[in-house]
């Protein structure tokens, strides 16, 4: 079964704007990790967050972790075309185990 | 550019025959996986791999399926036989040694058909 759930499903908003994902999760982890996926690619890494940190930046990208409530969530800014893709949230299986156990994705589609 | 790659990239079978596919991780990376991503399922991990040792496989239908890392640069994901619910995009990814590098780096898929 998955262990994160993404909401919403599916997005589509006007470029220029800022899109909001969230990530839920079952059992305690040691990271959450941010991956993008565009249509026909591989999942590339966007970020990751450790289970001590509660906010994290990366360019255009924020993303927050709430361990009492086991939810993340990722902010994109300033939306741009190159945005669409899919987007995943994975949680990790504790320290020294790199298995990682991913959503089931939000599907981000940007409107020029 | 250092990337993890695959082949083949897209594979059409009919049921019942053999299918292999390979993957070359990062030079210098000791974790290998494999996943299988679908519509109904989403992206399952099927096997990972430590130094070459397989590590976990629970994901895999041991009865078809089989992985191996026959050396540091090549990892293989057997289907035999195969059949038509195969049919999956198969992703290898890789990652590096240390003690807090989880990041893992995907490769473009093998696009599997299996009529």
């Known amino acids: 079964s998955q262990q994160g759930e993404e909401d919403p499903q599916a997005l589509s908003i006007q470029e220029g704007e800022n899109a909001t994902m969230n990530c839920s999760y079952k059992?305690?982890?040691?990271?959450l990790q941010w991956y993008r996926q565009n249509s026909g690619r591989g999942l590339v890494h966007l970020i990751l967050?450790?289970?001590?940190?509660r906010e994290k930046h990366s360019g255009r990208l924020r993303v927050t972790l709430d361990t009492s409530k086991k939810s993340s969530s990722l902010l994109i800014t300033a939306s741009r075309a190159a945005d669409t893709a899919s987007y995943f949230c994975a949680t990790d299986a504790g320290f020294g185990n790199e298995k990682l156990t991913f959503g089931t994705g939000t599907r981000l589609t940007i409107i020029p | 550019d250092a990337r993890v790659t695959q082949t083949p990239r897209h594979k059409v079978t009919e049921m019942g025959q053999e299918v292999t596919m390979r993957c070359q991780p990062i030079l210098g990376h000791n974790t290998v996986f494999w996943y299988r991503q679908t519509m109904m399922q989403g992206l399952e991990l099927l096997a990972y791999f430590r130094n070459r040792a397989p590590l976990d496989d629970s994901g895999m239908p041991k009865d078809r399926f089989s992985a191996e890392m026959p050396d540091a640069t090549l990892a293989t994901l057997k289907i035999q036989p195969s059949e038509p619910r195969d049919s999956a995009v198969y992703f290898c990814?890789?990652?590096?040694?240390?003690?807090?590098?989880?990041?893992?780096?995907f490769g473009p898929g093998t696009r599997l058909l299996v009529l």
């Open positions: 967050i450790r289970s001590n940190e």
């Open positions: 059992t305690s982890i040691n990271n």
């Open positions: 990814a890789s990652g590096a040694p240390g003690g807090h590098q989880e990041t893992q780096y």
